[in-house]
Nanobody, 125 residues
Framework: QVQLVESGGGLVEAGGSMRLSCAAS????????MAWFRQAPGNERAFVAA???????TYVDSVKGRFTISRDNAKNTLYLQMNNLKPEDTAVYYC???????????????????WGQGTQVTVSS
């Protein structure tokens, strides 16, 4: 079983950049599909990006061209590089994982069975 701990959140001005990290414990991280979700106040948790163990990825349209998901399997770490941040990116960001066994890379939170505790990202206008 993998356990996940996010870090790297904070306050940034609009147009700025931030990198989130998600450290995974356990020896099976490299076999996991990983994802980032976010939850803004009053909203449901929403998909941001996901990556397979071999590195292929997918993004929600609103972050394409601005966010990059990546992973370092040797370091058991997932990343989310966020550029050109906007106030609407303000949310608690969660990393999530599941064994990479499906044909399609999941974008639904119910498909993931391992979650971190979340890290707050606040973008000021």
């Amino acid at each position: 079983q993998v356990q996940l701990v996010e870090s790297g959140g904070g306050l940034v001005e609009a147009g700025g950049s931030m990198r989130l990290s998600c450290a995974a414990s356990g020896r099976t991280f490299s076999r996991y599909a990983m994802a980032w979700f976010r939850q803004a106040p009053g909203n449901e948790r929403a998909f941001v990006a996901a990556i397979r163990w071999l590195g292929s990825s997918t993004y929600v349209d609103s972050v394409k061209g601005r966010f990059t998901i990546s992973r370092d399997n040797a370091k058991n770490t997932l990343y989310l590089q966020m550029n050109n941040l906007k106030p609407e990116d303000t949310a608690v960001y969660y990393c999530a994982g599941k064994l990479d066994t499906t044909i399609m890379l999941p974008t639904i939170q119910g498909s993931y069975d391992t979650w971190g505790q979340g890290t707050q990202v606040t973008v000021s206008s």
